[in-house]
T-cell receptor
Framework: EAQVTQNPRYLITVTGKKLTVTCSQNMNHEYMSWYRQDPGLGLRQIYYSMNVEVTDKGDVPEGYKVSRKEKRNFPLILESPSPNQTSLYFC??????????????FGDGTRLSIL | GENVEQHPSTLSVQEGDSAVIKCTYSDSASNYFPWYKQELGKRPQLIIDIRSNVGEKKDQRIAVTLNKTAKHFSLHITETQPEDSAVYFCAASKGTNAGKSTFGDGTTLTVKP
């Protein structure tokens, strides 16, 4: 089954304790992206990756890191989490057919609570 | 950068009525405009999209229109059903080799039986 898998689905942690949210897709998609969703603010893009070893900042990258060492994986790293990073996070992927944008396939989301 | 504004933020209709959600964008270089539906507790899923070389696209009860001159695009749902109740997001992005996607803040649609 074609899917984007995020882990963990839920996490409660404390300020300053490094954490990683993993994202994996099995559709051989070139493009992957991370978003955070907060009430009333829609989906805001954190980072995206056009292909392996190619990453770039979205609109809200502060406090986050990403890496793209393999095509299927795109982990989101919070080196020193703070309470304002409490949010619902979505990973997404899409093909780049002909180089143009295509619909994004989203994971089921990760709900992070930073105390 | 791109700015996408979505209206209304909430919309309540009677079953069988039509619903219209409108988005405006700021960057004239944007050329891909998807709409996603997010049911409560679920992930966003694409329902329809349109590219800038097309003015209108329809899929059964759902249609999207694009006005490039005015930089706005709209989602039209006809004959609404209770299962259409969800949050709807519009988005805008540029074309080739551009990775940024900007989403609207969402519209909560409630269809009353």
């Amino acid at each position: 089954e074609a899917q984007v898998t995020q882990n963990p689905r839920y996490l409660i942690t404390v300020t300053g304790k490094k954490l990683t949210v993993t994202c994996s897709q099995n559709m051989n998609h070139e493009y992957m992206s991370w978003y955070r969703q907060d009430p009333g603010l829609g989906l805001r893009q954190i980072y995206y990756s056009m292909n392996v070893e190619v990453t770039d900042k979205g609109d809200v990258p502060e406090g986050y890191k990403v890496s793209r060492k393999e095509k299927r994986n795109f982990p989101l790293i919070l080196e020193s989490p703070s309470p304002n990073q409490t949010s619902l996070y979505f990973c997404a992927s899409s093909p780049r057919t002909g180089g143009s944008n295509q619909p994004q396939h989203f994971g089921d989301g990760t709900r992070l609570s930073i105390l | 950068g791109e700015n996408v504004e979505q209206h209304p933020s909430t919309l309540s209709v009677q079953e069988g009525d039509s619903a219209v959600i409108k988005c405006t964008y700021s960057d004239s270089a944007s050329n891909y405009f998807p709409w996603y539906k997010q049911e409560l507790g679920k992930r966003p899923q694409l329902i329809i999209d349109i590219r800038s070389n097309v003015g209108e696209k329809k899929d059964q009860r759902i249609a999207v229109t694009l006005n490039k001159t005015a930089k706005h695009f709209s989602l039209h749902i006809t004959e609404t059903q209770p299962e259409d109740s969800a949050v709807y997001f519009c988005a805008a992005s540029k074309g080739t080799n551009a990775g940024k996607s900007t989403f609207g803040d969402g519209t909560t649609l409630t269809v009353k039986p």
